[in-house]
């Protein structure tokens, strides 16, 4: 069993940077794959980053690459999504997940969410 929360959050101007954090429970963070997902008010939700239970594969969304950056440090059960010249675009309510396996961007393979955390970009 793993719990997910998310934090980090918040409203920034377009161009503007913000750090998202996503710390797990339970002793086994380290066999998870994680992932971020996003969905914006009227649309499916869909991925955004993921990355291997060991760090060293990541995939990204095409929107975001060059962007963002997925990361995570299993000592501390935490993944992190640092965004970077945010747009009005990326508004929407971001997602952690977990999934036991190797990392993937389907939201339907990952068993574990976390609550979300709301990114509003302004124009």
């Known amino acids: 069993q793993v719990q997910l929360v998310e934090s980090g959050g918040g409203l920034v101007q377009a161009g503007g940077s913000l750090r998202l954090s996503c710390v797990a429970s339970?002793?086994?963070?380290?066999?998870?794959?994680m992932g971020w997902f996003r969905q914006a008010p009227g649309k499916e939700r869909e991925f955004v980053a993921a990355?291997?239970?060991?760090?060293?594969?990541?995939n990204y969304a095409d929107s975001v690459k060059g962007r963002f950056t997925i990361s995570r440090d299993n000592a501390k059960n935490t993944v992190t999504l640092q965004m970077n010249s945010l747009q009005p675009e990326d508004t929407a309510v971001y997602y952690c997940?977990?999934?036991?396996?190797?990392?993937?961007?389907?939201?339907?393979?990952?068993?574990?969410w976390g609550q979300g955390t709301q990114v509003t970009v302004s124009s």
């Open positions: 997940a977990a999934h036991y396996g190797s990392s993937s961007t389907k939201d339907f393979e990952y068993g574990y």
């Open positions: 339970g002793r086994t963070f380290s066999r998870y794959a």
């Open positions: 990355i291997h239970w060991s760090g060293g594969i990541t």
